[in-house]
């Protein structure tokens, strides 16, 4: 059974830093695009920052420069970098596979075939 559970989040400061974990099981996904998705309330899912398997790397304008993603292949785990957050970073992030994507498809939700579960973060101003 593939999984993909995140961990991390909670509640921060405005200008604060986390780290949100994505720990996959069930299969390896060091050949696929890894994204980082997020929802805030009454809003759509959207895309965040995803990473293909070559390491090539896409951001979404809100968090560039204070976001990054990074994989440990031999871990089989993803991980966002998040600093200095703003309280309009506050929403559920999802962690998601696109399997076998390319740079073109990395940003496209419809493309991600496994979901996490989600993890909240909350920031306070």
């Known amino acids: 059974q593939v999984r993909l559970v995140e961990s991390g989040g909670g509640l921060v400061q405005s200008g604060d830093s986390l780290l949100l974990s994505c720990l996959a099981s069930g299969r390896s996904f060091s050949s696929d695009n890894m994204g980082w998705f997020r929802q805030a309330p009454g809003k759509e899912r959207q895309f965040v920052i995803g990473?293909?398997?070559?390491?090539?790397?896409v951001y979404a304008d809100p968090v560039k420069g204070r976001f990054t993603i990074s994989r440990d292949n031999a871990k089989n785990t993803v991980y966002l970098q998040m600093n200095s957050l703003k309280p309009e970073d506050t929403a559920v992030y999802y962690c998601g596979a696109d399997l076998r994507g390319s740079i073109a498809t990395i940003t496209r939700i419809q493309e991600y075939e496994y979901w996490g579960q989600g993890t909240q973060v909350t920031v306070s101003s």
């Open positions: 990473m293909k398997w070559t390491g090539s790397t």
